[in-house]
């Protein structure tokens, strides 16, 4: 109970379908994925009275917990820290995420709305709109006056979205880990604008990272960032292993590349692993929505059973290929993988 730790943004995905009529309305393209502004006002709200409408518990942290739930079963394996706003998205996110079993210690600001993310379907297309809301709002106190759950857990994971807003408390959360034995801290890379825009406190942060997680367009902004002169995603994922770690035994990089195979790098290891992964027929996808943080939830579910890299990949390549045949990041009723 309460082995992994999430640090991150906490966001109720509103989905329902959309005629081209409701995304010209707040001019929206198919496929846009934007933050609100004054011309979204009210969307939410028209979504919430389609009958069709699904509220799922998102944001990328949360995703990956209740991933790593989905596959471990046991309830309360994971605890995650974020904060909401004393309305009723934030009770029915709650509600939504407690019934997945995660154990969600929020944050409730009484001054701002729960962040949202509003999904409008059409066709095979979704657009995007999102709200942050309260989920920018958390700060150091809220982990200090909860830091029994630090205690607890073993495994700490947040998001580069987070480094930007929270940066005290994931910097608290690394430097535990390091002085606590058996405790591995853990970073999402998120996207490209996060070494773009936040250097600063990534480079701060990055010597206590025990396993950095990314896709390929963001292990290349992490690239132009240190100035590594190569276009070889492979060679990328080497560098970032082998920058100096305050951990003796260094860090493991773990890089996606959509159908393509993924990548492990270990400290001190000329050799970068490439695990492949099976294809999905396309008729059998629905959207790609959380398949990135539902990876890195089945990594993690193997991982806190000290399972080998490789059965983390698979379990990570499962996950995010039963996400992608569903709306949104939510789960078959069946979880099948083995070892």
Not at 180 to 198: D, T, V
Not at 285 to 292: N, S
Request: glycine share 8%.
């Amino acid at each position: 109970e309460g082995i992994l730790l999430g640090l991150g943004h906490p966001l109720l995905d509103i989905i329902a379908p959309a005629d081209q009529t409701l995304l010209s309305r707040y001019g929206l393209n198919a496929n846009d994925s934007v933050r609100a502004n004054e011309t979204h006002t009210g969307l939410c709200r028209e979504l919430t009275a389609n009958p069709k409408c699904q509220y799922i518990a998102g944001g990328s942290v949360q995703n990956t917990l209740r991933t790593a739930q989905w596959i471990l079963k046991q309830p309360y394996c994971t605890t995650f820290m974020g904060a909401i706003g004393d309305d009723e998205y934030g009770r029915i996110m709650t509600k939504v995420i407690s019934g997945q079993g995660v154990n969600f210690v929020a944050m409730v600001d009484q001054t701002t709305g729960t962040g949202t993310s509003a999904c409008l379907i059409s066709d095979k297309s979704r657009a995007l709109v999102a709200y942050l809301g309260a989920s920018q709002n958390i700060r150091i106190g809220h982990l200090l006056n909860n830091y029994n759950y630090v205690e607890k857990a073993r495994y700490f994971y947040t998001s580069g979205y987070h480094v930007g807003i929270d940066p005290e408390s994931i910097m608290n959360l690394a430097q535990h880990a390091h002085n606590a034995p058996g405790k591995l801290f853990c970073l999402n890379l998120s996207a490209p604008y996060i070494s773009q825009k936040l250097s600063k406190p990534l480079l701060e942060l990055y010597p206590y990272v025990d396993i950095l997680f990314g896709n390929e367009a963001e292990v290349q902004a992490f690239a132009t960032l240190n100035g590594w002169q190569t276009n070889d995603v492979k060679e990328m994922t080497r560098l970032a292993a082998d920058m100096p770690s305050r951990r003796p035994t260094g860090r493991t990089v773990v890089i996606t590349q959509g159908i393509d195979a993924v990548l492990v790098a270990t400290t001190g290891h000329l050799e970068v692993r490439e695990f492949p992964v099976p294809v999905v027929p396309e008729s059998e996808i629905v959207d790609t929505i959380g398949a990135g943080d539902a990876f890195v939830g089945g990594y993690f579910a193997q991982l806190v059973r000290h399972r080998p890299v490789d059965a983390c990949v698979r379990s990570g390549v499962y996950a995010a290929q039963q996400v992608i045949r569903q709306i949104g990041c939510q789960f078959p009723p069946e979880m099948l993988f083995k070892c």
